[in-house]
């Protein structure tokens, strides 16, 4: 069972670009997290998805940060108009069904990690 | 709100010893679960051990074992048998039982190990 797959790894943008960062949750599992991580911090909340829906977007900045999970396909992180300030990394969590007894557990992707020049 | 502490930036441990780091918590909530994960230098968030918080009886992961004081709010971390491996970034976690599925996270803990 392959696990939280993230991709890219490693982006690279300049200030102003749009920056799109994907996540594919473990096979089964259909609640997505994103967390954001600067340099030398801990993990910090983002957003929390499940298939088609917004659930908790508390943590999202309220301008150039958006999500989404569709019906089909990984979700998505978009950061428009980068600045230097969002070079972080960006990690990806899944979880299964409600109904499932490890629902409490997270499981973690190997993150994006975004450099804005 | 939930807020995670850990109040020890820094710890190092001669390899084969045993090291405890320290996590406490603030909830009004009195159902939750607290977790524990490293981060080594890969970056890579790994689950090491999960408590939830109706259980009295501590949890244990083969070298890994943690002392769960409810009263006191706390959530330590021990570690057995210290081997280079374990060298990383360990961050305590908290998420609510109901509701908020968030995990709020500590500051964490760099541990080096002594060969």
């Known amino acids: 069972n392959a696990g939280v797959m993230q991709n890219p790894r490693h982006l690279v943008r300049r200030r102003g670009q749009e920056a799109r960062l994907r996540c594919s949750p473990m096979?089964?599992?259909?609640?997505v997290y994103w967390y954001r991580q600067l340099p030398e911090e801990g993990l910090k909340f983002m957003v929390y998805l499940q298939k088609e829906n917004i659930i908790d977007e508390s943590g999202m900045p309220k301008e150039r940060f958006s999500a989404e999970f569709p019906k089909e396909g990984p979700s998505i992180l978009r950061i428009q108009q980068v600045v230097r300030g969002d070079s972080a990394a960006y990690f990806c969590?899944?979880?299964?069904?409600?109904?499932?007894?490890?629902?409490?557990?997270?499981?973690f992707g190997p993150g994006t990690r975004l450099t804005v020049l | 709100a939930q807020t995670v502490t850990q109040s020890q930036p820094e710890m190092s441990v001669q390899e084969a010893e045993t090291v405890t780091l320290s996590c406490t918590y603030d909830t009004s909530e009195s159902d939750y679960y607290l977790f524990w994960y490293k981060q080594p230098p890969s970056r890579q968030m790994i689950l090491v051990i999960r408590?939830?918080?109706?259980?009295?009886q501590n949890a244990t992961e083969n070298r890994f074992s943690v002392n769960f004081q409810k009263a006191a709010k706390s959530f330590s971390l021990k570690i057995s048998d210290s081997q280079l491996g374990d060298a990383a970034m360990y961050f305590c976690a908290y998420r609510s039982r109901s509701g908020n599925e968030k995990l709020t996270f500590g500051t964490g803990t760099r541990l080096t190990i002594i060969p």
């Open positions: 408590q939830e918080a109706y259980k009295q």
């Open positions: 969590a899944s979880s299964p069904l409600q109904s499932s007894s490890s629902t409490d557990t997270q499981y």
């Open positions: 096979k089964g599992h259909s609640h």
